[in-house]
């Protein structure tokens, strides 16, 4: 059984930062390729930051030089560094896991509200 676990949504300030976690079970993780996409509320969910099994990093332009995406395989799990954030930042933060042969899969999301 395969499970996307993401932890570290919060309520934070502009210009805040948090960190957001996605431990995954069931797959084998060195395999896949990791991501973090968000969903704002009236929007389509976006791709915000991806690594590759390989440990290449893709951004969306919105969060370049303000978020960071790592990777730990000993732990199964993936990072995203956020700081000076923005209200526009505010949406539910989604872990993917993606192997073109073995499936794809996403985690049930953690609320990150940027307000003062």
């Known amino acids: 059984q395969v499970q996307l676990v993401e932890s570290g949504g919060d309520l934070v300030q502009p210009g805040g930062s948090l960190r957001l976690s996605c431990a995954a079970s069931?797959?084998?993780?060195?395999?896949?390729?990791m991501g973090w996409y968000r969903q704002a509320p009236g929007k389509q969910r976006e791709s915000v930051a991806t690594?590759?099994?390989?440990?290449?990093?893709t951004y969306v332009d919105s969060v370049k030089g303000r978020f960071t995406i790592s990777r730990d395989n000993a732990k199964n799990t993936v990072y995203l560094q956020m700081s000076s954030l923005k209200s526009e930042d505010t949406a539910v933060y989604y872990c993917?896991?993606?192997?073109?042969?073995?499936?794809?899969?996403w985690g049930q999301g953690t609320q990150v509200t940027v307000s003062s």
């Open positions: 993917h896991a993606f192997n073109s042969g073995r499936g794809n899969y």
């Open positions: 069931g797959i084998i993780f060195r395999l896949y390729n």
């Open positions: 690594v590759g099994s390989n440990y290449q990093t």
